[in-house]
């Protein structure tokens, strides 16, 4: 199906996020579609599928204009979108989930459903069990799980929304796999994304956003410059990537020490974890998802209790001490999820730095305000001190949350702190954290990126299956080694090499 | 220039609309009836001002009221929906007349302060119980709420019955009258008790500096915004919520005291009569901003106060003032999820 967008208008409050924008895509190809953070990406996307409404301009399928009331008159006119987090109902299993919300008539029973699944996974090199609850699969196969719905329910238009972060490299080959064989049966395939390299791999043409319009004005055919791209997205500013710089070994004491640690948590089991975490370090947490990473990280910021062993914080056991222990003896967590569990999205940062005011009975809203605005511009933050954080975009989120931090932190825990980042952003911010770092912090990240955990960690840490492997000094590790390692190649000899 | 005179007017279209449609839905209800409705709506809206005796009778029912009101607009802040602050209230009763049986010699004064600290004591934990429910067994609080409502309404009953029956006769209109000297001074020839009135406004005072002011308040705010966010931050939210259950539990059971020494001077076993509820709707509708507590509260009290002429001059029930509150509050909501 031919899509056509005309003269696409979007405002939220006074920000015009997609300004009389204009572009098409054709049919039986993948349409890459880039721009940096807040330049309407997911506002075009989610007008395509119906979730918001515009303003003014038309949306045209197949020359003809049609008014989207939701989502699912948008998959009866026949688009789909996959959001970046699932949004399907992790209580029902795979084929429920497909039958719940399919338009009548197009499964004549469940076993029919179930067969037309089975051959779909098959054609796309999907592995899918019908009868497995989607709370028990991980995000890759969620992920596929809703494509095959939308596919099954007539969708002859695919949204991806940043499909990549969160998923396996494999998941990745597979998907891309699958991509281009949705596309070779003549359907339309739109790829956003912040990675270059698999715009590049992927798509047969690109279309760039950048402040709610596109740059230039229509679809530029693949393959482009990389460097040209990257113009078009950020202006003529493009920073250069920081320089790799093996740090000196460091005899401080151990900012966590974890003791015949013994902790379960869902189907994961880790025994015997015995670690220390030293100061001044950035270490990298690799592998699969849910692989122990998360387990590892809630057990330093305190927020589960170990089975047995103990943890101890600057050398004070804090077994069992709760998280607001942790939190008073240095310990900062950053989740991945900023306005889930990060931050208080209907306040602003005035009131988010009144609230870690600790003493005195009233608020200090001078004060508050002083170091708000402090923050904004020590961190570039685009707001003011009144603006909610919710309204502020993923980056600038992302800088409010490790301007809150307290200058007395020793450790940062920070669950994918680039989440959903553009470059710029991303690198903004691991300035930001090698500055704690070098201010003696002890901060501990995980990644599904590998190419971040390559480049910013002093020391990378493999979690394999629910084991915890030795930290590895980056200056003796190679990307395809920790790929290897992250598969399990070879993991059994580092840890016996380690003892 | 003109799409902010648009938004003015916007905003005010909406709450003028839901009035309307407040209005017109009564109406229809009196219709129904065959009265007059504008007769009716004379006694509904003006008759708690007609005589001072109705006057009195009305800031006696917005006293308690507005003190459930201004609690639980403490936990709807903390983002906790305490349909037990009736609850509250019984079991603040029954705690209030606890020194005045015991000692009944003692100096007025001294027993008024007591039964007032006795029944701020009885909501309180009639409220902690709820949070530890909500924090322990994972019950929601509205559930627990509501449950905890029936056994105070059921220990109301059974303390009417048994240990406090009356000396001639077990009866379900109360206990003995209080001795006339513990009733809390009224004004001449009036039902009047001018410190039931005024330890509500202290109250509404007390909270809106607590909330909009002190840091107590913003934590309060951030826990009920997002209470997983606020504990990263630092804030002990398990805590600051089980804080605003006791709040609302304390002005619940004080409003209960004030229904026993001010209004019924007995404990009776509807001695809630329903105002903790009331108070429910009152704190939704002003849920945005506290300063609509006090008049809000006025205009349902005179509502109620005004209805109870209904049955004697019209024939129809008093009921209907309950049908307007309702439908306020109703339409207000539909008005703000409009906006939203």
């Given at each position: 199906?031919?899509?056509?967008?005309?003269?696409?208008?979007?405002?939220?409050?006074?920000?015009?996020?997609?300004?009389?924008?204009?572009?098409?895509?054709?049919?039986?190809?993948?349409?890459?579609?880039?721009?940096?953070?807040?330049?309407?990406?997911?506002?075009?996307?989610?007008?395509?599928?119906?979730?918001?409404?515009?303003?003014?301009?038309?949306?045209?399928?197949?020359?003809?204009?049609?008014?989207?009331?939701?989502?699912?008159?948008?998959?009866?006119?026949?688009?789909?979108?996959?959001?970046?987090?699932?949004?399907?109902?992790?209580?029902?299993?795979?084929?429920?989930?497909?039958?719940?919300?399919?338009?009548?008539?197009?499964?004549?029973?469940?076993?029919?459903?179930?067969?037309?699944?089975?051959?779909?996974?098959?054609?796309?090199?999907?592995?899918?069990d019908p009868a497995a609850r989607l709370d028990q699969l991980t995000i890759g196969q969620r992920q596929q799980v809703e494509i095959m719905r939308l596919l099954l329910?007539?969708?002859?238009?695919?949204?991806?929304?940043?499909?990549?972060?969160?998923?396996?490299?494999?998941?990745?080959?597979?998907?891309?796999?699958?991509?281009?064989?949705?596309?070779?049966?003549?359907?339309?395939?739109?790829?956003?994304?912040?990675?270059?390299?698999?715009?590049?791999?992927?798509?047969?043409?690109?279309?760039?956003?950048?402040?709610?319009?596109?740059?230039?004005?229509?679809?530029?055919?693949?393959?482009?410059?990389?460097?040209?791209?990257?113009?078009?997205?950020?202006?003529?500013?493009?920073?250069?990537?920081?320089?790799?710089?093996?740090?000196?070994?460091?005899?401080?004491?151990?900012?966590?020490?974890?003791?015949?640690?013994?902790?379960?948590?869902?189907?994961?089991?880790?025994?015997?974890?015995?670690?220390?975490?030293?100061?001044?370090?950035?270490?990298?947490?690799?592998?699969?998802?849910?692989?122990?990473?998360?387990?590892?990280?809630?057990?330093?910021?305190?927020?589960?209790?170990?089975?047995?062993?103990?943890?101890?914080?600057?050398?004070?056991?804090?077994?069992?001490?709760?998280?607001?222990?942790?939190?008073?003896?240095?310990?900062?967590?950053?989740?991945?999820?900023?306005?889930?569990?990060?931050?208080?999205?209907?306040?602003?940062?005035?009131?988010?730095?009144?609230?870690?005011?600790?003493?005195?009975?009233?608020?200090?809203?001078?004060?508050?305000?002083?170091?708000?605005?402090?923050?904004?511009?020590?961190?570039?933050?685009?707001?003011?001190?009144?603006?909610?954080?919710?309204?502020?975009?993923?980056?600038?989120?992302?800088?409010?949350?490790?301007?809150?931090?307290?200058?007395?932190?020793?450790?940062?825990?920070?669950?994918?702190?680039?989440?959903?980042?553009?470059?710029?952003?991303?690198?903004?911010?691991?300035?930001?954290?090698?500055?704690?770092?070098?201010?003696?912090?002890?901060?501990?990240?995980?990644?599904?990126?590998?190419?971040?955990?390559?480049?910013?960690?002093?020391?990378?840490?493999?979690?394999?299956?629910?084991?915890?492997?030795?930290?590895?000094?980056?200056?003796?590790?190679?990307?395809?080694?920790?790929?290897?390692?992250?598969?399990?190649?070879?993991?059994?000899?580092?840890?016996?090499?380690?003892? | 220039?003109?799409?902010?005179?648009?938004?003015?007017?916007?905003?005010?279209?909406?709450?003028?609309?839901?009035?309307?449609?407040?209005?017109?839905?009564?109406?229809?209800?009196?219709?129904?009836?065959?009265?007059?409705?504008?007769?009716?709506?004379?006694?509904?809206?003006?008759?708690?001002?007609?005589?001072?005796?109705?006057?009195?009778?009305?800031?006696?029912?917005?006293?308690?009221?507005?003190?459930?009101?201004?609690?639980?607009?403490?936990?709807?802040?903390?983002?906790?929906?305490?349909?037990?602050?009736?609850?509250?209230?019984?079991?603040?009763?029954?705690?209030?007349?606890?020194?005045?049986?015991?000692?009944?010699?003692?100096?007025?004064?001294?027993?008024?302060?007591?039964?007032?600290?006795?029944?701020?004591?009885?909501?309180?934990?009639?409220?902690?119980?709820?949070?530890?429910?909500?924090?322990?067994?994972?019950?929601?609080?509205?559930?627990?709420?509501?449950?905890?409502?029936?056994?105070?309404?059921?220990?109301?009953?059974?303390?009417?019955?048994?240990?406090?029956?009356?000396?001639?006769?077990?009866?379900?209109?109360?206990?003995?009258?209080?001795?006339?000297?513990?009733?809390?001074?009224?004004?001449?020839?009036?039902?009047?008790?001018?410190?039931?009135?005024?330890?509500?406004?202290?109250?509404?005072?007390?909270?809106?500096?607590?909330?909009?002011?002190?840091?107590?308040?913003?934590?309060?705010?951030?826990?009920?915004?997002?209470?997983?966010?606020?504990?990263?931050?630092?804030?002990?939210?398990?805590?600051?919520?089980?804080?605003?259950?006791?709040?609302?539990?304390?002005?619940?059971?004080?409003?209960?005291?004030?229904?026993?020494?001010?209004?019924?001077?007995?404990?009776?076993?509807?001695?809630?009569?329903?105002?903790?509820?009331?108070?429910?709707?009152?704190?939704?509708?002003?849920?945005?901003?506290?300063?609509?507590?006090?008049?809000?509260?006025?205009?349902?009290?005179?509502?109620?106060?005004?209805?109870?002429?209904?049955?004697?001059?019209?024939?129809?029930?008093?009921?209907?003032?309950?049908?307007?509150?309702?439908?306020?509050?109703?339409?207000?909501?539909?008005?703000?999820?409009?906006?939203?």
């Amino acid at each position: 199906m031919h899509i056509a967008v005309e003269h696409l208008t979007k405002r939220f409050g006074s920000v015009c996020a997609n300004d009389r924008l204009t572009v098409s895509f054709a049919a039986g190809q993948i349409h890459g579609v880039l721009g940096e953070n807040g330049a309407g990406k997911s506002t075009l996307m989610k007008l395509l599928s119906g979730y918001i409404q515009p303003d003014e301009g038309r949306i045209v399928f197949n020359d003809m204009p049609r008014r989207l009331r939701g989502p699912g008159d948008a998959l009866a006119a026949g688009v789909g979108m996959v959001q970046q987090e699932p949004l399907d109902i992790p209580a029902f299993t795979v084929l429920e989930n497909l039958l719940c919300a399919a338009p009548p008539g197009i499964f004549r029973s469940r076993r029919a459903a179930q067969t037309a699944l089975l051959e779909l996974a098959g054609r796309l090199g999907f592995p899918v069990d019908p009868a497995a609850r989607l709370d028990q699969l991980t995000i890759g196969q969620r992920q596929q799980v809703e494509i095959m719905r939308l596919l099954l329910c007539g969708a002859q238009v695919l949204i991806l929304d940043e499909p990549t972060t969160g998923i396996t490299a494999a998941q990745a080959r597979a998907l891309f796999a699958a991509l281009r064989q949705i596309a070779a049966e003549g359907r339309t395939v739109l790829f956003v994304s912040h990675k270059l390299e698999e715009v590049a791999e992927l798509c047969h043409t690109v279309t760039v956003l950048r402040n709610g319009q596109v740059v230039p004005p229509g679809q530029l055919p693949m393959p482009q410059p990389q460097e040209y791209l990257l113009v078009l997205m950020f202006g003529e500013s493009g920073a250069a990537p920081p320089i790799y710089r093996p740090l000196p070994a460091i005899d401080a004491p151990p900012v966590w020490e974890l003791r015949n640690i013994t902790v379960r948590s869902g189907a994961l089991h880790l025994v015997e974890l015995n670690h220390r975490f030293p100061a001044g370090r950035i270490i990298g947490l690799a592998g699969l998802d849910g692989s122990g990473q998360q387990v590892l990280l809630r057990l330093l910021a305190g927020q589960q209790a170990p089975d047995r062993g103990q943890v101890l914080v600057n050398g004070r056991d804090l077994t069992g001490a709760g998280a607001l222990a942790f939190r008073q003896a240095g310990v900062e967590y950053l989740p991945a999820d900023r306005l889930h569990d990060g931050m208080i999205g209907a306040l602003s940062l005035a009131d988010h730095f009144a609230l870690l005011q600790r003493d005195g009975l009233l608020v200090d809203r001078r004060r508050a305000e002083e170091l708000a605005r402090q923050a904004i511009a020590d961190y570039q933050i685009k707001a003011t001190p009144v603006t909610p954080i919710a309204s502020l975009s993923g980056g600038n989120q992302q800088r409010a949350m490790l301007a809150l931090i307290p200058p007395t932190a020793c450790g940062i825990l920070a669950e994918q702190p680039t989440r959903g980042l553009d470059v710029a952003s991303a690198r903004a911010i691991w300035s930001r954290l090698q500055a704690r770092r070098d201010d003696g912090c002890c901060i501990i990240f995980s990644s599904p990126d590998l190419d971040e955990i390559m480049e910013y960690s002093d020391e990378v840490i493999v979690c394999f299956a629910g084991r915890i492997g030795p930290p590895i000094p980056r200056a003796l590790l190679s990307a395809s080694r920790l790929a290897e390692l992250i598969g399990g190649v070879g993991f059994d000899a580092l840890v016996n090499v380690a003892r | 220039m003109r799409t902010d005179r648009l938004k003015l007017v916007a905003s005010l279209t909406r709450p003028v609309l839901a009035l309307v449609a407040a209005f017109a839905l009564t109406t229809l209800a009196l219709l129904s009836t065959g009265v007059s409705p504008l007769e009716a709506y004379r006694l509904v809206l003006f008759g708690a001002f007609s005589t001072p005796v109705r006057l009195s009778d009305m800031i006696m029912l917005a006293a308690p009221l507005l003190l459930c009101a201004v609690g639980l607009s403490i936990t709807f802040a903390g983002g906790l929906y305490n349909l037990g602050v009736e609850g509250q209230m019984i079991a603040g009763a029954i705690a209030a007349m606890v020194p005045l049986r015991l000692w009944p010699d003692w100096p007025p004064l001294l027993l008024w302060l007591l039964s007032g600290l006795s029944g701020a004591t009885g909501g309180v934990v009639w409220a902690l119980l709820i949070g530890a429910l909500r924090q322990y067994a994972n019950v929601s609080e509205i559930f627990a709420g509501l449950g905890m409502n029936f056994l105070a309404s059921g220990l109301a009953l059974y303390m009417v019955l048994g240990p406090w029956r009356r000396q001639t006769s077990a009866s379900l209109s109360g206990t003995d009258l209080l001795p006339r000297d513990l009733w809390l001074p009224t004004i001449d020839r009036l039902r009047l008790a001018p410190a039931a009135p005024l330890i509500a406004l202290l109250a509404l005072a007390v909270v809106w500096w607590a909330l909009t002011k002190t840091r107590w308040g913003l934590e309060v705010r951030a826990v009920g915004l997002n209470p997983a966010a606020a504990g990263r931050l630092g804030v002990a939210a398990a805590r600051r919520m089980a804080e605003t259950l006791a709040a609302c539990g304390a002005l619940a059971g004080i409003a209960g005291m004030l229904q026993v020494v001010a209004v019924h001077h007995a404990l009776i076993p509807n001695i809630s009569s329903g105002i903790g509820l009331l108070g429910l709707l009152v704190a939704l509708l002003a849920r945005a901003d506290p300063r609509w507590l006090l008049p809000i509260a006025v205009a349902f009290a005179s509502f109620t106060v005004g209805s109870i002429q209904l049955p004697l001059t019209l024939g129809i029930d008093s009921a209907i003032a309950g049908v307007l509150q309702g439908a306020l509050v109703l339409f207000a909501l539909v008005a703000r999820a409009r906006v939203r």
